[in-house]
């Protein structure tokens, strides 16, 4: 008769001497939870606990008519399993998933950081979560982005636009997706609007420099079809025209604030027989690669920048800036949104709020010839 020879004797071991162990003889306890993918659902719950779905239902969802040693042994069945509540289905029964979106320009730009933070503390002052999201200054992206949280089935969106036609959102609207535009406003529809009074401020920041002594001014901005940099643009030219100064072509550049570009727009003002003798930068990206050039200098050239940023009171001198509240944009624009989700605001409305001049004394030198 032949001996059957026990599996873990002729397939123990493998080539190098280790011991293999079957993956069966491994488990020595049964798994308590439950494979990737498959959740635990109010059905698990309410077989651990030995109570009803309904129970189960009421302990989730705060409602009374459970008695305190139930609802204990529900929690700890909840605890034990990992349950979390499928906020989905709730969707289905309320129609709103107290969530928003939010499409910026850049996550990275430090202007976008405040207002970020404002919009996400009014949405949880709401009971609402913010998704966030970047449209790198692509208005295709923008569209995609949006769409998607639409899709998502978002209560709103509050938006930074990249692109100038927003007609794609004209059914999501329809549809109650409440929509607020900050920054810069929609183009092709009547939307909310909140932005920083960008032609005053610039307006403003020029004439602060002609206030100086100086009389040829360079301008350096962003993309010429961005709202921001239109406004601040025709800000400058006013202050000037305003002091009877004629704008050369070779004093204003617009583009992309790559700091390559910026850096030749700045040098090639700065040259010449005829420099500028002052600068007013569009933005805070292009005001730091212009602190940059001036550094290298061999004369002191005036600046003012539209937007604060980090360090600007520490450089030497400190950087006169125009400012905007970045936190107030986004928490006007927020508060805005969730009036509408209440049905209190109707008519779209268009919001500026000032902005301020700050003196540090980059913007009050004098000119050097």
């Known amino acids: 008769m032949v001996r059957r020879i026990p599996v873990n004797e002729t397939r123990g071991r493998d080539r190098t001497g280790q011991r293999i162990v079957p993956e069966t003889a491994r488990r020595t306890a049964p798994l308590t939870g439950t494979r990737y993918g498959n959740r635990p659902t109010m059905k698990d719950v309410a077989a651990r606990a030995g109570v009803g779905l309904k129970t189960v239902s009421r302990v989730v969802n705060g409602e009374p008519g459970v008695t305190p040693e139930t609802e204990r042994r529900v929690q700890e069945a909840i605890d034990a399993l990992g349950f979390r509540r499928n906020d989905s289905a709730r969707v289905l029964r309320k129609g709103r998933t107290a969530s928003i979106g939010l499409v910026l320009e850049d996550l990275a730009d430090p202007f976008y950081g405040p207002l970020s933070r404002a919009v996400e503390e009014v949405a949880r002052a709401h009971g609402a979560l913010l998704i966030n999201g970047s449209s790198a200054e692509d208005p295709d992206r923008e569209q995609e982005l949006a769409l998607a949280l639409c899709a998502r089935r978002v209560d709103g969106l509050v938006i930074i636009p990249a ?156 950087v006169t800036v125009v400012a905007q509240d970045a936190a107030a944009l986004g928490r006007t624009a927020a508060e805005r949104l969730f009036r509408q989700l209440d049905g209190t605001l109707i008519t779209p409305e268009r919001i500026e709020q000032p902005t301020r001049l700050i003196t540090r004394g980059s913007g009050e030198l004098p000119p050097a010839d």
């Open 163 to 318: 692109g100038d036609d927003h007609r794609y959102l004209e059914p999501e609207i329809k549809a109650g997706v409440a929509t607020v535009f900050v920054d810069r406003p929609a183009g092709k529809i009547d939307a909310d609007v909140v932005l920083a009074d960008n032609y005053g401020g610039a307006r403003d920041g020029v004439a602060h420099l002609i206030a100086h002594g100086h009389r040829r001014i360079g301008f350096i901005g962003d993309m010429p079809r961005i709202h921001t940099a239109a406004e601040r643009l025709r800000g400058y030219r006013a202050a000037m025209e305003d002091a009877g100064i004629a704008v050369e072509d070779s004093w204003t550049s617009l583009g992309v604030t790559d700091p390559q570009r910026v850096r030749r727009a700045a040098e090639e003002m700065l040259s010449g027989p005829d420099p500028v003798t002052a600068i007013f930068t569009g933005n805070n990206r292009v005001t730091v690669t212009v602190v940059r050039v001036l550094a290298e200098q061999s004369r002191r050239v005036a600046l003012v920048g539209f937007d604060d940023f980090e360090l600007a009171d520490l450089l030497q001198p400190g």
